[in-house]
């Protein structure tokens, strides 16, 4: 059975950074792809970033191109997050997800496109 714990979320001023961390576990992850999401008050849960295990390919969602980088750490079966120039917008429950069998970026940004999810972790940032 697949796990995913998420951790490092919590409160910063506005233009401040975050990393979040995904732990996986329960199998081997090489044919995976591993994803942000995001889940504002009263919003839809909506795509932030994918990475895939072999290779590193990644892929982002435009809103946060360019402020927040996805990254894993093969030997850990961890994923990061690493959240820059954080704006009140991206206040949000962040959730893992995993990808069970990677065959290419299409569907990519989709919630049925994965298979296990984490519970999630609360980043909230301040004007």
């Known amino acids: 059975q697949v796990q995913l714990v998420e951790s490092g979320g919590g409160l910063v001023q506005a233009g401040g950074s975050l990393r979040l961390s995904c732990a996986a576990s329960g199998r081997t992850f090489s044919s995976s792809a591993m994803g942000w999401f995001r889940q504002a008050p009263g919003k839809e849960r909506e795509f932030v970033a994918a990475i895939t295990w072999s290779g590193g390919s990644t892929y982002y969602a435009d809103s946060v191109k360019g402020r927040f980088t996805i990254s894993r750490d093969n030997a850990k079966n961890t994923v990061y997050l690493q959240m820059n120039s954080l704006k009140p917008e991206d206040t949000a429950v962040y959730y893992c997800?995993?990808?069970?069998?990677?065959?290419?970026?299409?569907?990519?940004?989709?919630?049925?496109?994965?298979?296990?999810w984490g519970q999630g972790t609360q980043v909230t940032v301040s004007s």
């Open positions: 997800a995993c990808r069970l069998l990677f065959v290419g970026w299409s569907g990519i940004g989709r919630l049925s496109s994965y298979d296990y």
